[in-house]
């Protein structure tokens, strides 16, 4: 016989194994041996697939093995899988306590308020979801995905921005997470795939916090009360975006690396909606819309709309800007005014039959310009004009072509009157013509509305 030690509890490989207290049973109480020891430096402790909380200990502590099944505490790197069930609380509570983990499910509470708490590693990515997570001491460092229908983080003990010389710094594909309150982002927040965030307060940058707060590829954003503020606009940097209030402002600067996909961008509130991106094409594939209060999109490169999508402002003015050509559908100011400002061209991206404006306003500077003598310019005209509530123009999108020189030059919106004439005004000339008869077919655009100036 003889007693058989390893060093520590902790799983890994390559381990020593001490050997002591060897008894040679050779009928002389061995003394006719000598004995000499050599450890084992090539032994293996198997990680523990998963284990389970039970809360046996009565103390809510990670750190007590009572409260786990089997008394085996998942401390450093024991234990693969944590589970929580519903209605427990778990305190990941002592100063010294460091646990590593490749998953982590809790349907209860869990509060880290000292340690380190590590999931997922460099080389493997992890998964952490709770239904409720406080972050108020130690570090929580996350590789991989994380989600947290009720989060707080009071006193920013996660860096959601991963650095490698930070070695508490989380590298994370999807981020998820809901906040009771308000959302009051004070440093960056990256991740590889997508961002969601909820709040039944505000989504907000704090304090001097200026630079961009949320980056992904996709990021989806909703708040009870606003998200950004008029003199603070939440920096962003991603390619496909959804975001909604109930209330307050809607308030978005993005600084896409590509194209931008906009699915929802929804404010049900007399607030103003605006939404500023630094060049690229905006693709607006949903609905952009506001209970009253004005939208404003400045200006990315180009504006294309989807056949089923719509800009809705339900009173207030919608200013449309862009550095290039706007593709457009359905734009209703309600009693609000519409305004179309690009040095591009405004087409439709339906037939032109399906293409609608309402609301009074002007739009302006819809002009293009070709290196001929004949300058091409498309302007939007509204539905309701010149006081005439009754009238409805159809189609909605014009085509002017310029016979002549200038080979530049503006158009103003159109105005009909009762008599059912278009009025256009062309490097400074009236242009007048009965509405029906300035309907032609076009091959490359479907129906236009054409005019040469006499």
């Known amino acids: 016989g003889g007693s058989f030690a390893f060093t520590d509890k902790n799983a890994g490989s390559n381990k020593t194994v001490a050997v002591s207290a060897v008894n040679i049973n050779d009928g002389n109480d061995g003394a006719n041996y000598s004995v000499s020891y050599a450890s084992n430096t090539a032994s293996t402790i198997t990680q523990l697939a998963s284990v389970a909380w039970t809360g046996a200990g009565n103390d809510n502590k990670w750190s007590t093995a009572a409260n786990w099944a089997g008394g085996a505490l998942p401390d450093f790197a024991n234990v693969a899988a944590v589970s929580i069930p519903a209605n427990a609380t778990v305190n990941f509570d002592s100063q010294g306590l460091s646990a590593t983990l490749s998953s982590l499910s809790s349907q209860g509470r869990l509060n880290v308020s000292n340690g380190l708490l590590t999931v997922g590693s460099l080389s493997a990515n992890g998964t952490l979801n709770s239904s409720i997570l406080r972050a108020t001491g130690g570090k929580l460092v996350v590789y991989g995905s994380m989600s947290a229908a009720d989060y707080d ?205 309402s609301g009074g306003g002007s739009f302006v500077n819809g002009t293009a310009t070709e290196t001929r003598t004949e300058a091409a310019i498309a ?20 085509s002017f072509n310029l016979a ?24 400074g000339n009236s242009i007048s013509r009965p509405a029906q008869d300035l309907v032609t077919p076009s091959k490359s655009r479907g129906r236009q509305l054409m005019c040469r100036r006499s």
């Open 404 to 427: 002549d020189p200038p080979s530049t030059g503006t158009a103003s919106a159109g105005q009909s009157d009762p008599s059912g004439l278009i009025t256009l005004v062309v490097a």
């Open 153 to 357: 983080a009071s006193n920013a003990s996660v860096n959601f921005n991963y650095n490698s010389q930070n070695p508490y710094s989380s590298r994370l594909t999807d981020l998820s997470l809901g906040f009771a309150g308000d959302a009051n982002l004070s440093a960056a927040i990256v991740a590889s795939n997508s961002i969601s965030l909820t709040a039944a307060g505000r989504i907000v940058q704090g304090g001097e916090f200026s630079g961009t707060a949320l980056s992904a590829p996709r990021i989806e954003l909703a708040a009870g009360t606003g998200i950004g503020q008029a003199q603070s606009r939440l920096q962003l940097a991603t390619n496909s975006l959804s975001a909604s209030t109930t209330s307050g402002p809607l308030q978005l600067h993005n600084t896409p690396s590509s194209a931008v996909t906009m699915s929802l961008m929804r404010n049900t509130s007399a607030d103003a909606t605006y939404y500023s991106q630094d060049g690229n094409a905006l693709n607006i594939v949903g609905n952009i819309t506001s209970s009253g209060g004005a939208i404003t999109i400045d200006p990315p490169s180009s504006i294309t709309m989807s056949a089923n999508s719509s800009i809705n402002s339900g009173g207030g003015d919608i200013d449309l800007q862009a550095t290039g050509d706007m593709s457009l559908t359905s734009v209703n100011a309600g009693g609000g005014a519409v305004k179309i400002q690009t040095p591009g061209r405004v087409v439709a991206s339906t037939p032109i039959a399906n293409v609608s404006f």
């Open 379 to 398: 302007v939007a005209v509204a539905t309701v004009l010149a006081g005439n509530s009754s009238s409805s123009l159809s189609p909605s999108i014009l």
